[in-house]
């Protein structure tokens, strides 16, 4: 099933998306994936990305593709991606293609903001 963005939201400084299968393939929805990610992220330029999967059922090529452009993206605003929870299954399949060297992953969206938030803390300069 593909995915598409439901909402996207701010949590100190932080942008919050997240997404669901759709139960029937619809291309124009999976293809416009990327660029909605991209287009909502690069509006707002937050501290940080977590990218909620838990009602994400497979993660498709066109998936993969727009979660890489959008860590290329938060790696031009120094920003850092997080993935909230991911299945097992899934989780596997990241594992197994090396991609959990590129995003980091959390089980529970408090969690991933609660990382996010205190390897920021710590990249700042004390005053």
């Known amino acids: 099933m593909p995915a598409t963005v439901t909402s996207m939201h ?10 669901n299968s759709c139960p029937v393939f619809n291309q124009p929805v999976e293809f ?3 660029q909605r990610l ?3 992220v690069a509006g707002v330029l937050p501290k940080g990305i977590i990218v909620d999967v838990k009602n994400v059922d497979f993660i498709s090529a066109e998936l993969v593709a727009a979660l890489l ?6 790696d031009q605003g120094a920003s850092d991606i997080v993935l909230a929870h991911l299945r097992p299954d899934l989780r596997r399949i990241f594992r197994a293609r090396r991609l959990d060297k590129l995003f980091r992953l959390h ?3 408090a969690g991933a903001i609660n990382q996010l938030l205190m390897s920021d803390s710590k990249s700042q300069p004390a005053a």
């Open 32 to 34: 416009c994936l990327e």
């Open 107 to 109: 089980d529970s969206l």
């Open 69 to 74: 452009n959008l860590r290329r993206l938060a």
């Open 10 to 19: 701010l949590v100190d400084g932080l942008a919050v998306i997240e997404l």
């Open 38 to 40: 991209l287009e909502l």
